[in-house]
């Protein structure tokens, strides 16, 4: 195989091509996002805008960003937005007990900014029942999101993270920005375009689906950590943060997966054409 800069972006690039094709040119349309991991002690990718830029945002947003507006974003423990994500995406130690400083798009919703552990000490989503009102994010009536800390706890020990904290940078990119071999894609879609990607990836196998989700750390962990981690397609309602503080339409479900597995779906989706006609599916 040519691993030439120019094969690997017409790898992306053409997959991605095709991938849309599938839908047609006057249907609703979220380019894929390529997702590249940057290790400590690894260059960022040359030709992204420097983090700064990006003060405060969150990595579910950085994603919609590069699928929605074409960006190129680059998330570090120095501009990402969210805590939470900060954990899932192994840029911080979950057990770190400082707050994050500067502009953080998620913790400034709160009369005080929660520290990595407070996150995964299940502080912030049982605020209420912990007695940590100060981690509300919408003020007195906020029942946190889980009713009880064990309820919270619970929910906590199934969000995949990337831990300990290996990562130095995520980078968000749509096909043809970088001249890189993405480690995950990250699909935003409508829910018969998530049907047809599903249909087409299970052609070539059979296999069914597995959607592993709980309507927090939806991008973070849902399709970027989990994905990373299990090697494996998962998908995502999207999430509070998502949706509330990242801009993910409420018309949108997500689907994350190594980028082996995005080639994979788009070969099977073009070989099952005739047996899934999309344009049959109702709107």
Known sequence: MDNSKNSIKTGFEDASTRFMHMFGEEEQQVQPVGVKLVLKGQAVPE???PPVEYQGVPWCEAVRLAAMDGEVVVIN???????ASAIALGLVDARESEPLGGTRKYTDMMETAAAPADFTDGLVYACRASGNMQFA????GDTGRYETHGAALNAISGMVSIQPAIMDAAVAYPAGKLPLV?????LGLLPRQVLLAIQGYNFLTGNRFRMDTI????VCADLTAQP???QRLNGSFFCLGARAVGG???NMLGLGMPFSVFRTMVVGMERSAGGFPYAAYPD
Request: proline residues 7%.
């Open 215 to 218: 309507g927090i750390r939806g």
């Open 182 to 186: 993405p480690d995950l894609v990250i």
């Open 228 to 230: 990373y981690m299990e």
């Open 248 to 250: 993910w339409g409420g």
């Open 137 to 140: 994010l919408f003020g007195e």
């Open 47 to 49: 030709g992204t805008k």
């Open 77 to 83: 423990r120095d501009n990402v937005g969210c805590p």
